[in-house]
């Protein structure tokens, strides 16, 4: 047994384990979050078993961390939920298949329209002001219309 861990305790895991949760929640990526669980259940292994050696201690922790996130990241990765609105964040998805009437004329297939307090980037076939379009599609940062 040596010295050192005598000296680290159960409370010194249970500490880090609040140190990267606190992480987990200024730097939010998943990943400080499950290496906390497992410093967590470090902790109850050592206050369970406390003359785990702490070679055995970090080595456990490592691969618990490790397991832990490949778990999660799978258990994550498969149950990403469905949703009624999948184009939720797909900006400009929710004017397909609405009209609007032209702010500006259409020239050279490229102009701009005013939706709300936006104002998009719009492709198709050359029309004067005042005409009345349709859009068809979105791609990338420009909506598709086509004339009525």
């Given at each position: 047994?040596s010295e050192?861990s005598?000296v680290?305790t159960?409370w010194?895991w249970?500490?880090?384990?609040?140190?990267l949760?606190?992480?987990?929640l200024l730097?939010?990526?998943?990943?400080?979050?499950?290496?906390?669980i497992?410093?967590?259940?470090i902790?109850?292994?050592?206050?369970?078993f406390?003359?785990?050696?702490l070679?055995?201690q970090?080595l456990?922790?490592s691969?618990?961390?490790v397991?832990?996130v490949?778990?999660?990241?799978h258990?994550?990765a498969?149950?990403s939920a469905?949703?009624?609105?999948?184009d939720?964040?797909?900006?400009?998805?929710?004017?397909i298949?609405?009209?609007?009437?032209l702010?500006?004329?259409?020239?050279?297939?490229r102009s701009?329209l005013?939706?709300?307090?936006?104002?998009w980037?719009?492709?198709?076939?050359d029309?004067p002001?005042g005409t009345k379009?349709?859009?068809?599609?979105?791609?990338?940062?420009?909506?598709k219309?086509e004339?009525?």
């Amino acid at each position: 047994m040596s010295e050192i861990s005598t000296v680290i305790t159960y409370w010194h895991w249970w500490i880090l384990a609040a140190i990267l949760l606190v992480l987990e929640l200024l730097v939010p990526a998943t990943f400080f979050l499950w290496s906390g669980i497992a410093a967590i259940g470090i902790g109850l292994l050592l206050w369970l078993f406390p003359y785990l050696m702490l070679e055995y201690q970090v080595l456990i922790f490592s691969i618990a961390s490790v397991i832990s996130v490949f778990v999660a990241h799978h258990y994550l990765a498969k149950s990403s939920a469905q949703t009624d609105r999948p184009d939720l964040n797909q900006r400009g998805t929710e004017y397909i298949g609405q009209i609007f009437t032209l702010d500006t004329p259409i020239v050279n297939r490229r102009s701009r329209l005013n939706i709300g307090d936006g104002s998009w980037n719009i492709e198709g076939p050359d029309c004067p002001t005042g005409t009345k379009v349709k859009i068809i599609a979105v791609e990338n940062t420009h909506l598709k219309v086509e004339p009525l």
